[in-house]
Nanobody
Framework: QVQLVESGGGLVQAGASLRVSCVVT????????MGWFRQAPGKERELVGA????????SYGDAVKGRFTISRDNTKNTVYLQMNSLKPEDTAVYYC????????????????????WGQGTQVTVSS
C-alpha cells in the first residue's frame, strides 16, 4: 500500500520562504515521477511542480516559476518543495502526488496522470 505523507506547511508572511516535504512508503520511491499540486477554496487543483524519477527533469506551473523549486532525494524516499517569495495568492492546500512511470526522464504535469495522493498540508500566506 503506497502512502504519501506531507509535512512542513504553516502560516507565514508575504515574502517569506517555506519548505514542504513528502515521504513515500509502500513501494520503491524511484519508480515514481513526483508532483506537487495545490488547491485553493473554490478553485481547481493546479500543478505547482513536477520532477522526473531521476530528479534531473522538472516542470513548473506558470504562477510559481522562478520562485518555487521541486527536488527529490531517492535515498530518503522524499520529495521537497522549496517556496520562496511567497505571496498571499499562494495560500492553498498543497498535495504531493506520485505517478508510476517506466521512463526515467519525464516530469508528469497532468493531474489525471497521478495515481497516489497525500492528504495535503495547508500553506497560508498573510499580507
Amino acid at each position: 500500500q503506497v502512502q504519501l505523507v506531507e509535512s512542513g506547511g504553516g502560516l507565514v508572511q508575504a515574502g517569506a520562504s517555506l519548505r514542504v516535504s513528502c515521504v513515500v512508503t509502500g513501494r520503491t520511491f524511484n519508480l515514481f515521477a513526483m508532483g506537487w499540486f495545490r488547491q485553493a477554496p473554490g478553485k481547481e487543483r493546479e500543478l505547482v511542480g513536477a520532477v522526473s524519477r531521476t530528479g534531473s527533469v522538472t516542470s513548473y506551473g506558470d504562477a510559481v516559476k522562478g520562485r518555487f523549486t521541486i527536488s527529490r532525494d531517492n535515498t530518503k524516499n522524499t520529495v521537497y518543495l522549496q517556496m520562496n517569495s511567497l505571496k498571499p495568492e499562494d495560500t492553498a492546500v498543497y498535495y504531493c502526488a506520485a505517478a508510476p512511470r517506466s521512463g526515467w526522464y519525464s516530469a508528469v504535469v497532468g493531474v489525471d496522470e497521478y495515481t497516489y495522493w497525500g492528504q495535503g498540508t495547508q500553506v497560508t500566506v498573510s499580507s
